[in-house]
Structures are given as C-alpha cells and as structure tokens.
C-alpha cells in the first residue's frame, strides 16, 4: 500500500442484514456502495453478499459497479468459493468500462488465486479481515 492509499484507506463498517437491504433501496450511491462492500467483506455466507453483488451488476453508476467488482474479488478471497458462471460474465462485461478496466484485472487474479487454484487442490492459504477499525494488529 502506498503513501496516497494508506492516506485515503477508510476501515469498511459491518452492517447488520436489517441495514444492508434499506441502504441497497435508498438510491443513494454512496450508501450502495458502502452496503455492498460490507457485505462482500463482513458477511459469513457468500452466495448471499453475491447475491447482493449481482443484483447491482447492471447500475449505470461506476461508483456502484466499483463496489460489485471488489466485492466479488473480497468473497474469493475471503471464502475461497464463487459462482464463477454467474460472476466471471459480470466481470467480462464490465472490463468494456476504462474506468474499471483495472479493477476487473485484479479481482480475475484474485478469483484464480483464491478459487481455481484452490479447486486444483494448491494449499492456498485464505486472506484474514481486517479488524472492524481497519489496523493491522501490530499498528495498535
């Protein structure tokens, strides 16, 4: 992590089921976004926060889209597990987007990481969560 994104990083708030529905229907952006990340990072049962990540897969807004796209790399990294037949042809449509060319990249490697060469049968070790203020044990 560079200097800029250390400075820019915000710890990512885990939202109980009850939150994350009404701040996916407020129409908001923003409060999209942050509900969408925090269930990809935070919540136990992948195929719900994918869901949740699919259902938003076709917003015009980049901010949102963003959001879909890290969410589905957090749950291949986080549970090693995704419905790749729903979430690689996401992912494949929206890498036509410059703005979010970049990000697709990173979570297609995350997905071959944590889940295909998971599936082959490599010892690959899951990513670990940051706690909810977001630092690192040794930065307490």
């Known amino acids: 992590m560079n200097q800029t994104e250390a400075l820019n990083y915000a710890p990512i708030r885990p939202r109980t089921r009850e939150e994350i529905p009404s701040s996916l229907l407020s129409g908001k952006v923003q409060q999209i976004h942050d509900a969408l990340i925090s269930a990809a990072y935070w919540d136990e049962d992948w195929r719900w926060a994918q869901q949740q990540l699919v259902?938003?897969?076709?917003?015009?807004?980049?901010?949102?889209?963003?959001?879909?796209?890290?969410?589905?790399?957090?749950?291949?990294?986080?549970?090693?597990?995704?419905?790749?037949?729903?979430?690689?042809?996401?992912?494949?449509?929206l890498k036509g987007r410059p703005a979010l060319t970049g990000e697709v990249e990173e979570t297609w490697a995350e997905i071959d990481h944590f889940v295909t060469r998971r599936k082959r049968g490599e010892d690959i070790d899951l990513g670990e969560r940051l706690p909810e203020d977001g630092r690192a044990p040794g930065q307490r």
Do not use: M
């Open 55 to 93: 259902n938003f897969a076709e917003h015009d807004d980049n901010v949102v889209l963003w959001a879909v796209i890290l969410g589905l790399g957090f749950i291949a990294v986080f549970h090693g597990e995704i419905d790749e037949e729903t979430s690689l042809p996401i992912l494949n449509r």
